[in-house]
């Protein structure tokens, strides 16, 4: 998007943007990043001659640590659920590595949901699917919140998840949760709420809408 200062990208994703500030000038965002499996992205700004405007990058709440580099100089480290703004004269291959906290982060369920757990990566909720499993949706073990995020691994059938990680429960069966988006594509049942332990519960906030905590680590 436009500002007043100048531009605003909301949107992380693999591709090339072009827009034109206010005055005219066109200005291109390339992005080269495998998000939201991973959180480095690479942005690349584009100018046919130089132009001084404050470009913001949106940083998500749930990202607790984020870091900004321009051309391989570190930023000033920015604030979860804001916009870091780096305002300055861009030149044509000026380069912007942001690296996103994708570090597991929980959040406890309650109600109908009471002793079970809803488990993220970055942005992403990730769900147990009985087409990644050989067990019944309502014999899935226990996952202590310590063993995430688990490793990621490589899924050799059709209809490719975006992500898909396994992580060991208590009783040492591996567990491989999948996307929210790809779940149940292939008709098999799927649970987002999982029978995890030790996650915190948080309340909530408007910094912190999802009202998810992280577990804390030695």
Known sequence: ?????GLVLNWYGAGETTITLRSGQAISLTQTTDYPRSGHITIDVGVDREATFAL???IP???AHTTIKVNGREQPAPTAGSYATIDRTWKHGDVIELSLDM???FWVGEKESAGKVSAYHGPLLLTWDRRFNDI???RVPTVDASAFPGATTAWQGTLKPILLVEVP??????VRLCDFASAGQAGSPY???L???NATVVEFSRTNPLRSGRVARE
């Open 1 to 5: 998007m436009r500002d007043e200062a």
């Open 56 to 58: 913001k990058l949106r």
């Open 61 to 63: 709440y749930w990202s």
């Open 103 to 105: 570090s597991p982060h």
């Open 136 to 138: 019944d949706p309502d």
């Open 169 to 174: 429960a208590k009783d040492g069966t591996v």
């Open 191 to 193: 649970r987002s709420w």
């Open 195 to 197: 029978p995890i332990e």
